[in-house]
């Protein structure tokens, strides 16, 4: 059982940067960020191998967010930059035990934190 426990969410004004946390417990083979809008439906983020640090981007963060692990600390970071009203979203960290980021980029994922509000606004 793996327990995911996001922090950092918050307010920014359009263009700023802003970097959320997600504190795992347990074994998990691939973590990640999914993200979704009121009115929308969940959406894939940004994606992780804690194992050897491959990476996956959604297409509309790609540049302006940075996804990282420190196994160390069993926190995963995503860093978001030059962000855009059209971000303000709930924040959900979520893990796989399967060891293949595109799995969980797919919606395969097996554990969901509980999520963190950012919001981008003037």
């Known amino acids: 059982q793996v327990q995911l426990v996001e922090s950092g969410g918050g307010q920014v004004q359009p263009g700023g940067s802003l970097r959320v946390s997600c504190t795992a417990s347990?074994?998990?083979?691939?973590m990640g960020w999914f993200r979704q809008a009121p009115g929308s439906e969940r959406e894939f983020v940004a994606a992780?191998?804690?194992?050897?640090?491959?990476?996956n981007y959604a297409g509309s963060v790609k540049g302006r967010f940075t996804i990282s692990i420190d196994n160390a600390k069993n926190t995963l970071y995503l860093q978001m930059n030059n962000l855009k009203p059209e971000d303000t979203s709930i924040y959900y960290c979520a893990a796989s035990e399967t060891n293949n980021i595109y799995y969980l980029s797919g919606g395969a994922v097996d554990y969901w934190g509980k999520g963190t509000l950012v919001t981008v606004s003037s």
């Open positions: 992780i191998s804690p194992i050897d640090g491959t990476t």
């Open positions: 347990g074994r998990r083979d691939s």
